[in-house]
């Protein structure tokens, strides 16, 4: 190639270079072809050329990094790995003018990709061989060179090679520690394995000071930029990979002293200093008493409460992932909650502050005990904090939390004065026909229940009390906005988290709610309705007691659902959540009382209406009829449903026989139709779940079942070409009726699938 100044001929090499591209990345080219090929270097002459067509050094770089990618193989391309390696280098003091001259970022950020690509083709000696032959340090040198930069563009283009060496030297690292040396050789081996790298990751880090650091011009909390937050769960990610070689404390240790040293810091200084402190403490064991976390915790506690807000939501962020580390050590636990609470006012920091205190209160249950009233009387006072709806549930679920750990009668009383707070606002929000916040009531009293864990030893739960205080008000408002599909998903949602928290002692509001939800069902016909039903069979169908309530609760919804909205296959398409939810129910009672369900009146419609729906492609809706078939098929076979079908199991197999008897032959003639194309290939695991469990139950009728669909397979195209052979059917059929297990079964549909593609 010869240089030109021609706009042309910048085109012409540029399709050059991408042919060159191409052919090095789908051709095994040897490598005597390569070295001898002038091409293969001639992009280097661009990239040296700073006033280069942009279009032009694009394409170059694509062509150095598509040679670098095959040097990846350097046993067979050692001599091209060479030769490319001392072009690269050359490349840098190019970089570097790049960088001084500004308006030349572009390339540079090119080169950044040339200088990565080598990184990762040499990354495996750079793990096991490091400073030796293509493991020399150099090209990662070279990198930390891009990193000093303060790009972010040239950050997330090299993300991926330090993912990749993390992963290398843990994996040398777990050879080295689970091997068989003996156990006084294996600490020094590991210094061996992880001592090169460790200046590396220190040096990363202290560039992330600076490439952390938000504009000073920004407002908010640090997430509220969504483009600051997606590089920063990036480099969280990275960082949390990387930690184990220098240790997380000894880089928390780092970080801390760069923010204490060196003069006055701005605040977005020490807010970048904080972010990295806090990805370093996800490493930091409860039970460590490193003077550097108490160091860290009084510069923490010491931030002027009018310092800029970002600075203090990543200092409560730094609290939140100390958690682990505060139950092992209490006693700092009432400055760090007064350091919160005294912020929680600000604006935009409530929900960060509540949220910590949620994290708090999680990990150190029994030890926030003492604390207990404190954060009461924050509930008490949310209003005048104007504290927000999100931040108000992370309140009450952190005070859910240590109720759980709270005596009976304290329990008791704490769950009813929390609910009645909210109960205030739900009545108002509902009087006023405001549909956001009952929703968001709603959402407030669900959050005290669902982290509320008692350990109910000693007869009825303490909170029964209060749910059951608070039904009349629940089911005046289902039946009042039950046209409100919004306002009934929270509604189930509450309910759901009440029934689960009570257990057994919610057996009194069983009969009343299925009362509710059944009118309510025949008005609306949402599906959280049979979502909330099959949480009351999972918790109530072992209580004989309960049984008629839930069977004829099944029969009502089976007869609605079946008429209004599965009707037909179109019907099954057009309301795929409903079919989600209403097949889970019934999974529900084939996994609990099995014969309730078999035994009602619509099995049979249930069954049809499931066979059609064994092609959907909607994959919720296809697992929860497979799952019912699966289920339906080893009810009276399997032990694991001997328990619900004591002394019932012969009438349980008779009426199992008759079903399949009648339907066996459209349950495998749909399943293979789905083998041959008619859902998408990432279903037909749940279809394979559904033959094997035929072929454990009834082997002899599944040949013949087997053998009458395989016959109704097109064989040609409408045009006349083979599809399948008679010869890969009698594979098929022989693999089908003789796996080992359902693995097997899924290989053999998916085999099979893949000759209708």
Same mark, same amino acid.
């Given at each position: ?59 170059? &770089? ?5 040679? !670098? ?7 067979? =391309? ?19 003018? &790049? ?18 690509? /080598? ?19 150099? %090209? ?51 210094e061996d394995v992880l001592s090169p790298y460790r200046p590396i990751i220190q040096e990363v880090v202290h560039h992330l000071i600076k490439l952390m650091q938000l504009e000073t011009e920004h407002t908010g909390v640090s997430t509220s930029n969504s483009d600051v937050k997606e590089f920063r769960t990036d480099i969280f990610d990275m960082i949390r990979d990387l930690a184990f070689i220098n240790g997380s404390i000894n880089l928390l240790a780092y970080v801390f002293k760069s923010m204490v040293e ?91 502050? /509540? ?75 509902a009087n006023a026909r405001n549909m956001t916040s009952i929703v968001q009531y709603l959402d407030r009293i669900a959050a005290i229940f669902k982290n509320i864990t008692y350990a109910n030893k000693d007869g009825v739960h303490p909170c029964q009390s209060v749910v059951l205080g608070l039904w009349p008000l629940l089911s005046t408002l289902g039946t009042e906005f039950v046209a409100e599909g919004n306002v009934m998903e929270h509604w189930c949602r509450l309910i759901r988290f009440c029934l689960r ?13 299925? !009362? ?22 999972? !918790? ?14 099944? %029969? ?38 099995? !014969? ?5 009146? &619509? /099995? ?64 495998? %003639? ?10 998408? =290939? ?9 033959? =094997? ?65």
């Amino acid at each position: 190639m010869h240089k030109s100044a021609g706009s042309l001929d910048d085109s012409v090499k540029s399709l050059c270079f991408q042919c060159t591209s191409s052919w090095l990345r789908m051709c095994n080219v040897p490598e005597s072809t390569l070295t001898q090929c002038q091409i293969i270097m001639a992009p280097f002459e661009v990239l040296k050329d700073i006033e280069a067509d942009n279009k032009l050094y694009e394409a170059a &770089c694509d062509c150095v990094c598509s040679a !670098l990618y095959v040097c990846e193989h350097t046993a067979e =391309y050692s001599n091209l790995a060479l030769a490319l390696t001392r072009k690269v280098l050359q490349l840098v003091n190019v970089f570097l003018t &790049c960088i001084a001259a500004e308006d030349t970022i572009d390339k540079a950020e090119e080169l950044c990709r040339v200088f990565t690509e /080598m990184a990762e083709s040499f990354l495996e000696h750079i793990a096991n061989t490091p400073g030796e032959g293509f493991g020399d340090l150099v %090209s990662v040198q070279i990198l930390l060179k891009c990193l000093e930069t303060g790009s972010v563009p040239m950050a997330k283009i090299m993300l991926n090679f330090w993912f990749r060496l993390s992963e290398e030297v843990f994996r040398r690292k777990e050879t080295v520690e689970y091997g068989p040396n003996a156990s006084e050789l294996k600490a020094q081996q590991i210094e061996d394995v992880l001592s090169p790298y460790r200046p590396i990751i220190q040096e990363v880090v202290h560039h992330l000071i600076k490439l952390m650091q938000l504009e000073t011009e920004h407002t908010g909390v640090s997430t509220s930029n969504s483009d600051v937050k997606e590089f920063r769960t990036d480099i969280f990610d990275m960082i949390r990979d990387l930690a184990f070689i220098n240790g997380s404390i000894n880089l928390l240790a780092y970080v801390f002293k760069s923010m204490v040293e060196g003069g006055q810091k701005s605040w977005h200084q020490v807010e970048a200093h904080l972010w990295l402190i806090e990805t370093m403490c996800v490493g930091v064991k409860p039970e460590d008493d490193n003077p550097v976390l108490l160091e860290v915790l009084k510069a923490l506690l010491s931030i002027d409460p009018v310092a800029h807000v970002a600075l203090q939501s990543t200092a409560l962020g730094v609290l939140s992932e100390l958690a682990r580390w505060f139950n092992q050590h209490p006693d700092y636990l009432g400055n760090v909650l007064t350091f919160i609470c005294s912020r929680a006012h600000v604006a935009g920091l409530g929900l960060p502050c /509540m949220s910590t205190v949620c994290d708090l209160a999680e990990a150190c249950q029994d030890n926030m005990i003492p604390h207990f009233d404190a954060l009461l009387q924050v509930a008490a006072q949310k209003d005048l904090l104007n504290l927000d709806t999100p931040a108000v549930i992370q309140l009450l679920s952190a005070l859910g939390f240590i109720i759980g750990k709270l005596s009976r009668e304290a329990a008791e009383a704490a769950v009813q004065q929390l609910v009645q707070q909210e109960v205030v606002g739900l009545e108002a929000a509902a009087n006023a026909r405001n549909m956001t916040s009952i929703v968001q009531y709603l959402d407030r009293i669900a959050a005290i229940f669902k982290n509320i864990t008692y350990a109910n030893k000693d007869g009825v739960h303490p909170c029964q009390s209060v749910v059951l205080g608070l039904w009349p008000l629940l089911s005046t408002l289902g039946t009042e906005f039950v046209a409100e599909g919004n306002v009934m998903e929270h509604w189930c949602r509450l309910i759901r988290f009440c029934l689960r928290l009570l257990e057994s002692s919610g057996k009194p509001l069983l009969s009343p709610l299925l !009362l509710v939800l059944v009118n309510m069902y025949d008005q609306q016909q949402h599906s959280a309705f049979l979502y909330l039903a099959s949480v009351c069979v999972d !918790l109530f169908a072992t209580d004989q007691e309960c049984v008629p309530f839930l069977t004829d609760m099944m %029969s009502h919804f089976s007869n609605r659902v079946l008429a209004a909205h599965l009707a037909s296959y179109q019907d099954l398409v057009n309301n795929p959540h409903t079919v989600d939810d209403y097949y889970r129910l019934c999974v529900r009672f084939m996994q609990n009382i099995p !014969l309730s369900l078999i035994q009602l009146p &619509c /099995m049979g419609s249930i069954v049809n209406r499931a066979l059609a729906g064994m092609v959907l492609q909607h994959r919720e809706a296809a697992a929860s009829i497979s799952r019912f078939f699966t289920d339906l098929i080893r009810c009276a076979s399997d032990s694991a449903y001997a328990s619900h079908s004591a002394g019932h199991a012969d009438e349980l197999k008779r009426h199992l026989d008759v079903l399949l008897q009648e339907n066996g032959a459209a349950l495998v %003639s749909q399943v293979i139709q789905a083998s041959c194309g008619a859902v998408p =290939y990432h279903l037909l695991n749940l279809h394979a779940d559904v033959l =094997y469990a035929l072929l454990c139950v009834a082997p002899v009728p599944l040949t013949r079942w087997l053998q009458q669909a395989l016959g109704g397979v097109q064989r040609t195209t409408m045009t006349g070409l083979q599809i399948v052979t008679e010869e890969q059917l009698g594979t098929f059929y022989t693999s089908l009726t003789s796996v080992s297990g359902s693995r097997a079964m899924r290989c053999a549909l998916q085999e099979f699938y893949s000759l209708f593609r």
